[in-house]
T-cell receptor, first 113, second 116 residues
């Protein structure tokens, strides 16, 4: 089955450590996205990529970094510079058509203590 | 700029009754509009979208939504609610004319609870 796989489902880290969240898709989608979800705030865009080796900042990119070396993969690194990293992180992808919907993974819940 | 508002944080409805989850939007051009549903600790699932044409859009699981351009609304509806419809619902908008690949702007979500 085609889809988006995020791993791990739960992640615990100590403050001051960088952590990388994995996102892999086999939908052959060009565009991939990272969102952060906090209670009562909906989804906020962190980074997005329309094509391999290219990516752009979203609304809340500070403290995060990404890479897009392969079409299928779009890992997100939460750095120690991110002030409030504890959140639910969602990866999504879509194909080129402007009206195509996003397909989401099942998320990674990151807890930093 | 584009924005979307979901005025109700919580909607409660009895099983078998009709349900409505409200959404209003703001764009400078014409909108693409989407509804997604999220179950606990899961990603969002696409329900339906409005692109152009018929103002009444039918989607998955018996849901439908009505596009109203004059009221800039895109309310989600279902004629008869099920307990299994209980979830978090998100409305999202994209301005067609923006030419932006930043994709969608999401509302803050509405928690729907269907009471048995």
């Amino acid at each position: 089955d085609g889809g988006i796989t995020q791993s791990p489902k739960y992640l615990f880290r100590k403050e001051g450590q960088n952590v990388t969240l994995s996102c892999e898709q086999n939908l052959n989608h060009d565009a991939m996205y990272w969102y952060r979800q906090d209670p009562g705030q909906g989804l906020r865009l962190i980074y997005y990529s329309q094509i391999v080796n290219d990516f752009q900042k979203g609304d809340i990119a500070e403290g995060y970094s990404v890479s897009r070396e392969k079409k299928e993969s779009f890992p997100l690194t939460v750095t120690s510079a991110q002030k409030n990293p504890t959140a639910f992180y969602l990866c999504a992808s879509r194909d080129r058509q402007g009206n195509s919907p996003l397909h989401f993974g099942n998320g990674t819940r990151l807890t930093v203590t | 700029a584009q924005s979307v508002a979901q005025p109700e944080d919580q909607v409660n409805v009895a099983e078998g009754n009709p349900l409505t989850v409200k959404c209003t939007y703001s764009v400078s051009g014409n909108p693409y509009l989407f509804w997604y549903v999220q179950y606990p600790n899961r990603g969002l699932q696409f329900l339906l979208k409005y692109i152009t044409g018929d103002n009444l859009v039918k989607g998955s699981y018996g849901f439908e939504a009505e596009f109203n351009k004059s009221q800039t609304s895109f309310h989600l509806k279902k004629p008869s609610a099920l307990v299994s419809d209980s979830a978090l619902y998100f409305c999202a908008v994209r301005d067609i004319s923006s030419g932006s690949a930043r994709q969608l702007t999401f509302g803050s979500g509405t928690q729907l609870t269907v009471l048995p």
